[in-house]
């Protein structure tokens, strides 16, 4: 294998690496934001979206959060605050599984092709 082929995919993985944790970030700073503003105004829907069985609110529950977040029906919120929050927070989270599928895609793709290398080449 070319060495400067192994230096360029380093570098590209680390910069996806770089990326993925960027949004990462990101991510948690609009959801801690969302979260914080449902349980100020909204504390019957926060208290509903954050509780796992039970153990009541306050956790994190993706099976609830997430499809009230990308849930189309917006018509019947007008807390324009609200609806900007979950856009942002609707954006963030794409971005963070998009770049962290292309962090594992480009980590599998890596590890595929050096194990083919040296089962032929070696």
Known sequence: MNK???ITMIVFLLLELIVFF???FH???VSVRLN????ENYYALWRDLSSFKNLGPGLVNSSKSLPWLFNNDDNEEEDEKL???????RIRTRWFFI???????TLTSIFVGS???ALVFL
Do not use: C, H, S, W
């Open 4 to 6: 400067t082929f192994v």
């Open 22 to 24: 960027k949004e990462a």
């Open 27 to 29: 991510a948690i700073i």
């Open 36 to 39: 914080r503003y449902l349980k």
């Open 83 to 89: 609806m900007r929050l979950k856009d942002a927070a």
């Open 99 to 105: 770049t962290g599928g292309a962090f594992l895609l």
């Open 115 to 117: 194990l083919v290398y």
